[in-house]
């Protein structure tokens, strides 16, 4: 996978040269390259912000070079069709919510060009004028503000990067792992069995895979009561067995309806 972020801070990518993001561009499983906007500029001061219209705190990027920049990067004479060129990633606290659903869906990408915001964003022109040429996505990691985009290309980057293939060395543990099934994981242990006089829950250490499994589920659904309340709201109540039911009970969680058209 290419990948190309365009930032006026560079620096604040230097993370993705160390361990696993490091060794998937070791590798060339990615093909990463980060660019200083300011690149784009032409004027002494290399400018990249001005005032809001309309009034407002705070400055605005200026268009002209997040134009040049991605004219650069993804040139539209190369796909007039728009198919072939990257996918527009501007993370935003405006934007969709980023889930691992979406993680999945952009590590089947080719190219991914994340454009990097700060202050208070970027003139919306420059995404409506990308959006006439590529695929273009807002996306916000949750309901807070940051200085600017970088932080969250490193999050993101992080959680497409460990799906891509030859990445992780245990493909198994993708499937097992939080949210893959909708709910939060079972809490996981490693010896000893005591420590600081905490034991760890004797299921575990029974070798009986068939109550492991049981506990675990049971675990998981009671966290997700607990924590997620959305995520099992979410759930479809097929996916829930009788079992399943007895444990959230037993958590105080208000039941989905069983469906009766089925
Ligand atoms: C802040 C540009 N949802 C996390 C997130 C992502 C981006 C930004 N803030 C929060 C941000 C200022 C300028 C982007």
């Not at 932080?151 to 543990?173: D, F, K, Q, W, Y």
């Not at 997620?228 to 309806?257: E, H, I």
Request: glycine residues 8%; hydrophobic residues 45%; charged residues 25%.
């Amino acid at each position: 996978m290419r990948v190309d972020v365009v930032s006026i801070f560079p620096e604040y990518l230097a993370p993705l040269d160390l361990s696993l993001i490091g060794r998937a561009r070791a590798a060339g499983t990615l093909r990463l390259a980060v660019h200083d906007l300011r690149s784009w500029t032409h004027d002494v001061h290399r400018t990249v912000d001005d005032t809001p219209y309309g009034g407002g705190p705070g400055m605005v990027m200026r268009p002209e070079p997040w134009g040049e920049a991605l004219d650069a990067l993804a040139p539209a004479e190369l796909a007039p069709d728009g198919v072939t060129l990257p996918r527009l990633l501007v993370p935003s606290p405006a934007g969709e919510p980023f889930t691992q659903a979406m993680a999945h869906e952009l590590a089947a990408e080719s190219h991914l060009l994340f454009a990097c915001g700060r202050y208070e964003g970027i003139d919306q022109r420059v995404l409506d004028h990308a959006a006439t040429r590529m695929r273009v996505t807002e996306v916000s990691l949750g309901d807070y503000v940051l200085f600017g985009g970088e932080v969250a290309v490193l999050v993101i980057l992080e959680a497409v990067t460990r799906l891509l293939p030859g990445v992780l060395g245990n493909a198994g543990s993708l499937d097992e792992e939080s949210h893959a099934h909708g709910l939060l994981e079972a809490p996981m242990y490693t010896k000893p069995a005591t420590w600081r006089g905490h034991e760890v829950p004797e299921v575990l250490r029974s070798g009986d895979h068939g109550r492991i499994a049981r506990w675990r589920r049971d675990e998981a659904l009671t966290r997700t009561a607990a924590r997620r309340p959305d995520l099992l709201a979410a759930l479809d109540p097929a996916s829930l067995d009788k079992r399943d039911r007895a444990a959230l009970d037993r958590a105080g969680f208000p039941l989905p309806a069983e469906d009766v058209a089925k």
